[in-house]
């Protein structure tokens, strides 16, 4: 992995920067794949895409913030702003926030709305994902069958990958038939991934699993 420089973007609020990391390249070497479409690599960092300005607490998309320059690591002391240095680093919303940000209409076309929704399920997985003696806290329960529910409509399952997906979520949400049925006669491309939540479903699985065994 080799960083690039930090991004300094300005909430198009209120203006109070933030920093993002930028990447040059990365790699999925040791990376972990799961059942709900996540990889975790160690050498590729999850970069987040929203965020909740802690001047205003309203939330804006990364990609629309205005950029005001760049902080490269190698840069001595008084070569730009103290505000620069002083920026905190952009961190991924929390479950409380993907569900305040999805109440608040801060996403107003499909596809920011999918990706959001697939964020809330991937931090509500995140809180189980690797203790197996867990469970999703109570508060969360219900909103999480919930994003669930819309994120499956929102899924195109005549795309092979979004049909596994589909299923994979009716799967977690205890509809294994419906997951079953998604599953049958898939690509071949995708049959590696759907044949690990087909058994799960056969076994009446509801909880998020490893896709791929660790070597």
Known sequence: MIPGPDLILACPRCGMLVRRQTLLSGNTLGAIYWTDGKCEAPMLPDLPDLVRCRGCGGFYWLAEAKVEGTL???LGPGSV??????????????????LD???????????KERHLRLRLWWAINDLVRHDAASEVPLEYREAAADNLRRLFDL????????RVM??????????????????????????????????????????VAELRPRR
């Open 72 to 74: 490269e690591p190698d």
């Open 81 to 98: 702003p103290e505000a620069w240095l002083r920026a905190p680093v952009v961190q991924h919303p929390t479950v409380t926030d993907y």
């Open 101 to 111: 940000a999805l109440s608040s209409g801060v996403t107003i076309d499909p596809q």
């Open 155 to 162: 899924l195109d399952e005549d795309e092979p990958e979004e």
């Open 166 to 207: 589909k299923a994979e979520a009716a799967r977690e949400l205890g509809d294994f038939q419906e997951a079953l049925r998604l599953l049958d006669h898939v690509p071949e491309q995708v049959r590696p991934a759907a044949e690990v939540v087909r058994a799960l479903a056969q076994q009446g699985v509801t909880r």
